[in-house]
């Protein structure tokens, strides 16, 4: 069975400075892997995806993750923290194998919180 | 504009009362998806349809129905059964059920027990 970790519940940082949110999987099969990104009382908007393309994948506003097989993690990063970059944000698996179930359906980690200090 | 609109925003449920969440999206999406949220649990599916008159239950479905008679619409209903019912309802769809597909999100309900 597939499942996710997010290794830190909450993270700060300062405006400006790097963030990294980190997320660790577990799949059975060759997963696809997201990061979605929630602000307060919105819905949930998808940063990036990994699809076993590129191990390197550019997201929208700056955020990249790269996904490392071998210590089957999936981190997201960013170079410079901006104030509007405080939100949710959610690592999800899925192994996509077929249709139906939960197997075949997104399985959502827990959730980072980052706070942006001016 | 295309999107998922999710209706009402917030909605409060009496004792013993079912209520219907809403879910509409003009994406021509075929799958459909309710998800519940609470505070530090990310999301967990309810429910499931990956095509007009077929729906399967995902890992909480107890306490919630819904049906799915049109393509564009998957209305959930919390019934009485579910004692647990305050959390943060969010429908997504996708252009079929294969998890490589993104989904797409509504703003979302939330819901509160009076």
């Known amino acids: 069975a597939q499942s996710v970790t997010q290794l830190d519940s909450h993270v700060s940082v300062s405006e400006g400075t790097p963030v990294l949110l980190r997320c660790n999987y577990s799949s059975s099969y060759s997963p696809s892997l997201f990061w979605y990104v929630q602000h307060p009382n919105k819905g949930l908007q998808l940063l990036l995806k990994?699809?076993?393309?590129?191990?390197l994948v550019k997201g929208i506003n700056g955020f990249e993750a790269e996904f490392k097989k071998s210590e089957t993690s999936f981190h997201l990063t960013k170079p410079s923290a901006h104030m509007s970059d405080a939100a949710e944000y959610f690592c999800?698996?899925?192994?996509?194998?077929?249709?139906?179930?939960?197997?075949?359906?997104?399985?959502f980690g827990k959730g980072t919180k980052l706070s942006v200090k001016p | 504009d295309g999107g998922i609109t999710q209706s009402p925003k917030y909605l409060f449920r009496k004792e013993g009362q079912n209520v219907t969440l809403s879910c509409e999206q003009n994406l021509n999406h075929d799958a459909m998806y309710w998800y519940r949220q609470d505070p530090g649990q990310g999301l967990r599916l309810i429910y499931y349809s990956q095509i007009v008159n077929d729906f399967q239950k995902g890992d909480i479905a107890e306490g919630y129905s819904v049906s799915r008679e049109k393509k564009e619409s998957f209305p959930l209903t919390v019934t009485s059964a579910q004692k647990n019912p305050t959390a943060f309802y969010l429908c997504?769809?996708?252009?079929?059920?294969?998890?490589?597909?993104?989904?797409?999100f509504g703003a979302g309900t939330r819901l509160s027990v009076l």
């Open positions: 999800v698996v899925s192994d996509g194998r077929g249709y139906g179930g939960s197997q075949g359906n997104l399985i």
């Open positions: 990994y699809t076993s393309a590129a191990t």
């Open positions: 997504a769809s996708a252009r079929s059920d294969l998890a490589k597909n993104i989904q797409y």
